[in-house]
């Protein structure tokens, strides 16, 4: 992997994190494109866990809220939303358990796949604009783990994550203001985790990914700074239910995906 396309892909990978587009399926696209083998997931694993780092900034002050309250050691209002995000990462935690390589070869699988879910993804984010219940909420652990099957559904390339737990969030009546900041917290751990366990193992090394140094530092950068912009951005468009650009979006960029794999 040349310089210029871990720098597009780090790109790609931070726009689209945060934005319900999908950006495990971008860059399953962007790979393509740029002539990449798509079958091994270190440089995503790497650019995922760049957005997340930028996630810790731009919530750092409601994450050091959230430590000062769990560490009072008493069942407060951080407590709870410290456990609604353990309660929500049970799914995805058990895919990460049995079903890890059955993910790995689906990254393999190309575009067509690609472009299936993107639809998938389109037509979940529209329904949220057709359905809309008549009173919101605030997340309760029973919605906690809904959303959290949502986020384990989700790990198809293409079926965009933030998309779907946002989606999934709303359409069973959280607040608005809400269910961005906690789509994006609940993901946190399960990314720091991954990349944790692929440095243990020296996946990271250039040696075993094939990926150079400088490649990977360009790529997290890129990543890590567009990830920053596009969060911030994100969580203004939710509150102010502006998803069905994003739909069309998705829409459009799937049947070509489809008709790139078919043609």
């Known amino acids: 992997m040349e310089w210029f396309q871990a720098l597009i892909l780090g790109l790609i990978q931070g726009l689209t994190e945060f934005l319900p587009i999908s950006s495990s399926g971008h860059l399953v696209i962007g790979k393509e494109v740029l002539g990449i083998d798509a079958g091994d997931p ?10 997340v780092c930028s996630t810790l900034v731009v919530f750092r002050k409601e994450i050091a809220q959230l430590f000062f309250g769990l560490f009072k050691f008493k069942y407060n209002e951080e407590t709870e939303y410290v456990f609604k995000i353990v309660v929500s990462m049970i799914p995805v935690l058990i895919v990460g358990l049995f079903f890890k390589d059955f993910v790995k070869d689906l990254f393999g699988e190309g575009v067509g796949l690609v472009g299936i879910m993107l639809l998938i993804t389109a037509a979940l984010l529209l329904f949220t604009q057709i359905f809309k219940p008549k009173k919101e909420h ?3 652990y029973k919605d906690a783990f809904i959303i959290g099957l949502a986020q384990a559904v989700a790990v ?4 965009s994550r933030s998309g779907s737990t946002i989606a999934t969030g709303l359409l ?3 607040k608005k203001s809400e269910v961005a900041k906690f789509s994006f917290l609940m993901v946190l751990v399960p990314i720091l985790g991954e990349a944790f366990l692929e440095l243990l193992d020296g996946q990271f090394h250039p040696a075993e990914s094939g990926i150079s140094i400088s490649s990977m530092i360009i790529g997290f950068l890129a990543a890590f700074i567009s990830g920053w912009f596009a ?7 939710v509150k102010r239910s502006k998803l069905t650009y994003f739909a069309i ?3 459009i960029v799937g049947l070509v995906a489809v008709g790139f794999s078919i043609f």
């Open 42 to 51: 270190t440089f995503e694993i790497l650019v995922h866990a760049a957005t």
């Open 156 to 159: 198809l390339p293409g079926l």
């Open 249 to 251: 979006y998705c829409a």
């Open 172 to 174: 069973v009546g959280d």
């Open 231 to 237: 969060c911030r951005v994100m969580i203004e468009i």
């Open 138 to 140: 605030s997340i309760s």
